[in-house]
């Protein structure tokens, strides 16, 4: 009688939900690319230093002067034309002549971070690769793990109805049925942790890909071949994006030492100035000026140890990133190979003999050969392999990608 308005409204209830986005890895890199806000900070970042290379290249502005001397309250400045006023006039112009290669040192300082500006960006969107891999590959094993848990729910479920229908028949203790109870609490516990953790892994996600809403958002690429394992590749770590980067950091400061010591040599500012005075003489005069700052050379002495502590703590951070680098790579090596063994391990096990051994477990204790214990442990020990094979998989996975983003040298021209 109720059939035709239940169905009815099941399938509003489809209508209404939201279509699930199934994306692949490459159209997640796509996204990320575009929306993500680490990167555009990157390239903000690489914006300004280009926008201080310019700035370093300028040669001082010549200065424009116009003044006046001779300004008398008491008199005024005198009735009739412009030029008969009582009020002399001065134009003046000024440049000044840098000494030391200050420009071009500037200019090669601020070249260098330029450069180390694109390697960052660079290095960036290589660990940017890495968080979108691992949380790519933890929304599918989120995704498989609320599948597994909501098909052990159903099952748990249905085996509480024939478990009720036994105590009512006297087939069953009570007491048995409380055990099964029991075990069906914690399967259900176990889906609606299973369904956080997704929402959980799908907002990680979503962050990486830069979406407002990622409650839609689907894994669709499969596991990667579970015979992938970090090849023992001959790399050297230099080539990578951070340690070129931390070079071209430490260039900027040999600049930076070079541009302090070069203010021990004082820039001279050159003068023309033309001055029209109408009482005293009619017509224009001209002059020049030359002005040179005052000072021993011992007034660039702060600024120079300033930079050479600045470049020696460049060097530092260069010695200290070589040397993580040497042990990253052994790390990650490692890593993955445990990983590829232990994801083939659980894989050899073959998962379709382990479900069959599990019904056959159902089977014995559904026809008196085996205990209500023996089937309780059954249960978990399957729901715990199959947890441990989805974990293993995204293991592998995650190994993998970090060993390749580790061994590989960012390509890419520096916009």
């Not at 112009?93 to 500037?106: I, N, Q």
Request: aromatic share 4%; with cysteine.
């Amino acid at each position: 009688m109720n059939f035709i308005p239940r169905t009815a409204a099941l399938l509003a209830a489809l209508a209404c939900a939201p279509a699930a986005w199934a994306i692949s890895l490459q159209d997640a890199q796509q996204a990320m690319q575009a929306h993500n806000p680490d990167l555009r900070a990157a390239a903000l970042e690489l914006r300004g230093a280009q926008g201080d290379a310019m700035t370093a290249a300028l040669r001082p502005a010549p200065e424009l002067s116009l003044g006046s001397s001779k300004f008398s309250p008491k008199h005024g400045i005198g009735s009739g034309r412009w030029q008969d006023k009582r009020l002399d006039s001065t134009l003046g112009l000024g440049w000044t002549w840098e000494r030391g290669g200050k420009r071009s040192l500037r200019m090669r300082q601020a070249d260098a971070l330029v450069e180390a500006a694109g390697l960052d960006m660079l290095d960036a969107q290589r660990r940017q690769q890495v968080a979108l891999n691992e949380a790519y590959f933890g929304l599918k094993a989120a995704q498989e793990t609320l599948d597994i848990a909501e098909a052990n729910r159903r099952s748990s479920a249905q085996q509480m109805d024939a478990a009720a229908r036994q105590v009512s028949s006297g087939a069953m203790a009570p007491v048995d049925r409380a055990r099964l109870a029991v075990d069906d609490l914690a399967v259900a516990d176990a889906a609606r942790e299973a369904a956080l953790d997704l929402r959980d892994a799908r907002h990680v996600l979503g962050l990486l890909l830069g979406r407002d809403d990622s409650n839609t958002l689907s894994a669709d690429d499969p596991w990667p071949d579970a015979g992938s394992a970090a090849d023992a590749r001959a790399f050297d770590p230099q080539q990578r994006s951070d340690l070129r980067a931390a070079h071209s950091r430490l260039a900027a400061a040999d600049a930076a030492v070079a541009l302090a010591r070069s203010e021990r040599r004082r820039d001279i500012q050159l003068g023309v100035e033309a001055e029209r005075e109408p009482t005293d003489i009619n017509g224009v005069t001209w002059g020049m000026s030359v002005t040179i700052p005052l000072g021993g050379p011992s007034r660039a002495r702060g600024g120079i140890q300033r930079a050479e502590a600045d470049r020696d703590a460049a060097a530092l951070e260069l010695l200290a990133l070589q040397r993580q680098a040497w042990a990253e790579l052994d790390q990650l090596q490692a890593a993955a190979q445990s990983a590829a063994q232990r994801r083939q391990a659980y894989e050899g096990l073959h998962a379709d003999s382990a479900r069959r051994a599990s019904e056959g477990m159902e089977l014995a204790y559904r026809r008196g050969a085996a205990s209500l214990t023996d089937l309780l442990d059954a249960r978990r020990s399957w729901r715990e392999f199959e947890a441990a094979l989805i974990q293993a998989r995204a293991d592998h996975a995650i190994a993998l990608a970090r060993w390749n983003a580790a061994t590989s040298v960012a390509q890419g021209d520096i916009p």
